[in-house]
């Protein structure tokens, strides 16, 4: 261990505005990344989900009443 | 090896082979930025000129790495992209742009902070940092080009041809502390000598390095899965995912 206290860590010789400005951006930037990559994964599944519904949707009402199973339709569950 | 070449430039074999990878980079990312962090901020010696402002250099040295690393794996990709016409290498080159601007920026924010307590400046007009924000701004133009086409294809074009030119300013970054006289001290790691610095500081930094290339992989991995989804949206086996989802 590098320091006596933990007071002595925080404090970094009196180099600490230096040390930790430059460790919180880096990482706030990496924990911003992770949390953007996530968010972008959830949002484009949900959409591509919403949008499979809404075809299939789309294709039992173009079969009319009877309710045909068409190809693309169907495809997310006889696949 | 065509047929290699073929699979590995198919994205729906991408999308399943890089579920499987991803999960031990982020693990690997985890625990050595964690080990790393602490062994660097609590552990290494306090330098006997700089006291403990050298601290600084566990997040400057893997972010510049990284930031210089990123955008040769851009240029690499675009290549790939421009005359292979593999779509995956466009999307790869595409989803790492941001990350490559963020490490730029966390390099040049670390060294400009660094520099106060050690130079008594923040900033110099000498190569090492002029050819660094240049960097910067080459990442912002790539990002800035992809999305200044309505046509996607012109898009890729455009910026891989940006990523492809601008690379020619990494061996100016590298060199540029041995061709003119700066500010900033030579190179930290050299594959050809030993570490100029004590083990038990130079050990940290290589973990350090080890973690920020893991998140690098990581990271592109996870969106480059994602990139499929946005742009493979009407291929079948996209759909027959997302129906799984629900």
Request: net charge positive; no cysteine; hydrophobic share 55%.
């Amino acid at each position: 261990m590098a320091f006596d206290t933990l007071q002595d860590f925080f404090a970094m010789g009196g180099h600490a505005p230096y040390v930790w400005a430059a460790w919180g951006v880096t990482a706030a930037l990496l924990l911003g990344t992770v949390i953007h990559a996530r968010a972008e994964r959830r949002q484009l599944l949900r959409q591509l989900a919403r949008r499979v519904r809404r075809e299939s949707r789309l294709a039992t009402r173009a079969a009319g009443a009877q309710p045909i199973q068409t190809s693309r339709g169907g495809s997310t569950n006889d696949a | 090896m065509w047929a290699f070449i073929h699979k590995l430039g198919s994205p729906k074999w991408f999308y399943g082979i890089s579920a499987r990878l991803q999960p031990w980079f982020w693990v690997a990312a985890l625990i050595l930025i964690v080990v790393g962090s602490i062994w660097g901020l609590a552990f290494a010696p306090a330098d006997y000129q700089q006291g403990n402002s050298f601290r600084i250099i566990y997040v400057h040295v893997p972010a510049a790495f990284l930031a210089q690393s990123i955008f040769v794996s851009m240029a690499v990709s675009a290549v790939i992209f421009m005359v292979w016409k593999i779509k995956i290498a466009d999307m790869a080159a595409a989803v790492m742009a941001p990350l490559g601007a963020a490490m730029t920026f966390v390099a040049l924010f670390s060294g400009a902070v660094w520099g106060v307590p050690t130079w008594g400046t923040w900033w110099m007009w000498d190569a090492r940092l002029t050819s660094m924000l240049i960097l910067l701004f080459l990442y912002l133009g790539v990002i800035a080009l992809r999305g200044a086409f309505t046509s996607r294809d012109s898009a890729s074009r455009a910026a891989s041809v940006l990523a492809m030119v601008g690379v020619i300013n990494i061996p100016i970054i590298k060199y540029s502390v041995d061709w003119w006289y700066t500010l900033h001290q030579p190179a930290t790691f050299t594959i050809t000598s030993r570490p100029t610095m004590p083990m038990e500081m130079w050990l940290p930094l290589l973990i350090m390095v080890l973690g920020f290339y893991s998140f690098f992989i990581a990271l592109t991995l996870m969106r480059t899965r994602s990139e499929i989804l946005r742009r493979e949206a009407n291929k079948r086996w996209v759909r027959e995912l997302a129906g799984e989802a629900n």
